[in-house]
């Protein structure tokens, strides 16, 4: 009995010790956390994370499979443009990609030849069986429009991860994990600084005024709300913006939108109307959504519209995660909100 009651009391105590650490880790907050503090995240929130100083490597994806490199690939198969963007940053080669969109910003010295890559099919709809010949030793998949094919790629033996790159924080993650697999780990943590200082650049200046936004969504066939876990969401944590959706049930689990409510938003009063869309162009979404604006009347109730505090964010920022260039996002809606400290948004900064 003495033995069990020792046994039972050191048990309880390791729980107790374990609980108190768990209570000091650091985790990344939005998109604010620095370059030291991401090492401090927890796997569990990080997109990807890759195990192993040497090959053979452990790599995590973002839906937690785990893949056992055993050597450097040769044969990389990216499956679409935001990984493969930050894969070509790195030095990395493809041998095929899905449909490459005129509003995804490429990196210059790289646009010719990744636009000349075999073709698989657009990037929500991709032809399992054009991918299948290039016999590549690694496949990255996007996850959502690609999780599909990508199961069943890993079903047929293929070795696959998949990416999930929404916000500023997936964007390190990846940077760090691709940096790993193509042994570029120095060139990779060169790019997180870079992005780093220029976030932290744009921070510093921040008035000290709390600015409230929404965010609308259009594509050809409906409006919605984009929540905190969007592109433009997390940019807007950043700037410290509140998004007057933060807390709104999503369209479904995981969703990054909300059904549109407009009496919600007179209600809410924000100070801008940011405007994101899924749309043939970025001309076409603003004629879009200024059509939605003259012909509903239940819009005359905002504000922000009648005073002309409307954004209309860029596809190749707000649509596409600009991956390298995520820090020309942040300093675009930072410029919309806050011209005065900023400067106007330059649109030759604009793909």
């Not at 991709?126 to 496949?139: F, N, Q, T, W």
């Amino acid at each position: 009995m003495k033995d069990y009651k020792r046994v039972l009391w050191i048990m309880i105590l390791a729980i107790m010790i374990s609980s108190v650490s768990g209570c000091t880790k650091t985790t990344s907050v939005g998109g604010l956390s620095n370059t030291k503090n991401v090492e401090k995240v927890e796997n569990s929130e990080l997109s990807i994370t890759v195990e192993g100083d040497m090959y053979p490597l452990k790599v995590k994806d973002f839906l937690k499979k785990e893949t056992i490199l055993e050597n450097k690939p040769e044969k990389v198969a990216v499956l679409s443009g935001t990984p493969l963007n930050i894969w070509y940053d790195l030095g990395g080669k493809s041998v095929c990609t899905s449909d490459v969109s005129d509003n995804v910003k490429l990196i210059p010295e790289y646009e010719e030849e990744i636009r000349s890559l075999p073709t698989i099919g657009p990037v929500y709809s991709i032809d399992m069986e054009s991918v299948i010949p290039h016999k590549p030793d690694l496949i990255i998949a996007q996850v959502g429009t690609q999780s599909t094919q990508a199961k069943k790629l890993r079903e047929m033996g293929f070795n696959v991860i998949t990416t999930h790159i929404r916000g500023y924080d997936d964007v390190v993650s990846t940077y760090k994990a691709f940096g790993k697999i193509l042994e570029r780990e120095e060139l990779a943590e060169t790019k997180i600084k870079e992005l780093e200082k220029h976030k932290e650049e744009i921070i510093s200046k921040l008035p000290e005024e709390n600015k409230s936004v929404v965010i609308l969504y259009i594509t050809s066939k409906t409006l919605a709300v984009k929540l905190d876990n969007s592109i433009a969401g997390d940019i807007s944590k950043i700037l410290r913006l509140k998004n007057i959706a933060s807390d709104l049930p999503p369209d479904t689990i995981g969703s990054e939108t909300t059904p549109l409510d407009i009496e919600y938003i007179v209600d809410k009063n924000p100070d801008y109307i940011l405007v994101t869309s899924m749309i043939s162009s970025n001309e076409e979404a603003v004629k879009a959504i200024e059509e939605e604006f003259a012909t509903n009347p239940v819009w005359n109730g905002v504000k922000a519209i009648q005073e002309g505090r409307v954004i209309h964010l860029p596809q190749e920022y707000f649509l596409y995660n600009a991956g390298p260039y995520y820090h020309q996002a942040i300093e675009y809606m930072a410029r919309s909100i806050y011209p005065e400290v900023y400067g106007e948004v330059n649109k030759q900064d604009e793909k």
